[in-house]
């Protein structure tokens, strides 16, 4: 158990960034906590730590032990402490990541009635639109925004993702408006170039449940879903999009829908988070939170 508690004081020095915040927070002295520390580091045979007068960082031995590590240290604690209260108590930091655009539009409102409900929570929050590795990267959970490749993560969609073609009615008026898939070939189209490469092919339902794949190609492409949006607007072209990042613009006629006959398969927002054996409570209690506020009637669709 001693073993157990000094790495727990290991991860919250690499957390806070320092032996005294660590020491602090856990009301040790810094000199019991280095003393742990350095028994940590003997019992390991490894050094975990590179100290110097202004920094603080894990050596590789020490970053594979957190990785590997901190989900032991938070298992042990929800299982005490649910035993200690009778209950699992929603409380500890809550590392999450998310999409940057969807992320900024839709979970970034909740937060504070998160918050408000779970005071004993803290949340650290990272926008980016990488697939980031979870565990490597010290993250708690993850949303995510269309379809899930095998990542042995466990995910739980919380809304259903629809997606649409469409243009600004000023392109339309100078290019014409396709009438079924192929016609795109004849149309500037703007292309998303993510974390799965060049995304230059759509798919299509024919009405009839046969798939119809139309590559496509264009002028302009961007990594951010932003900028294409941005672009589609200004009539550089055609776009797929999800509703809930254009719902606005097509509701003010900025932009219409295309392709209506031929609808896009509808991937889903997820809540991926690693594998474990004991799901900490605060992470059941977030995800449990967005899919009651984003589940069967996402704002988007309102």
Not at 169 to 188: K, M, N, Q, S, V
Not at 267 to 272: F, R, S, Y
Request: charged fraction near 25%; glycine fraction near 10%; hydrophobic fraction near 45%.
């Amino acid at each position: 158990m001693d073993r157990v508690g000094d790495l727990g004081l290991f991860l919250r020095v690499l957390d806070l960034g320092s032996i005294s915040a660590a020491a602090r927070s856990l009301d040790l002295s810094v000199a019991v906590a280095s003393q742990r520390l350095k028994r940590l580091e003997r019992d390991l045979g490894v050094r975990l730590l590179h100290r110097t007068t202004r920094q603080l960082h894990a050596t590789p031995e020490g970053a594979a032990l957190a990785e590997q590590g901190r989900a032991l240290v938070e298992d042990l604690e929800a299982l005490t402490g649910g035993l200690r209260q009778g209950a699992t108590e929603v409380t500890g930091t809550l590392r999450v990541t998310l999409p940057a655009s969807f992320g900024r539009q839709y979970i970034s409102p909740l937060l504070p009635e998160f918050l408000a409900l779970y005071p004993r929570v803290k949340l650290s929050v990272n926008l980016n639109d990488q697939m980031l590795d979870l565990v490597g990267s010290g993250f708690d959970l993850g949303i995510r925004v269309g379809a899930l490749g095998d990542s042995g993560l466990v995910a739980r969609q919380l809304a259903v993702n629809r997606r649409v073609l469409c243009a600004a009615p000023d392109y339309l008026r100078r290019h014409g408006t396709p009438r079924t898939p192929a016609d795109l070939a004849a149309h500037d189209c703007l292309l998303l170039v993510g974390s799965q490469g060049r995304q230059d092919v759509w798919r299509f339902d024919d009405g009839h449940g046969v798939e119809i794949a139309q590559r496509v190609n264009g002028r302009f492409e961007s990594n951010l879903g932003e900028l294409l949006r941005d672009a589609v607007v200004a009539g550089l072209g055609i776009a797929m999009h999800s509703i809930w990042h254009v719902h606005e613009e097509l509701r003010e006629g900025r932009l219409q829908v295309l392709l209506p006959d031929y609808p896009l398969a509808a991937t889903g927002i997820h809540a991926v988070m690693p594998q474990r054996r004991l799901v900490p409570p605060r992470v059941r209690a977030f995800v449990d939170f967005l899919a009651e506020r984003l589940g069967d009637h996402p704002p988007w669709e309102h």
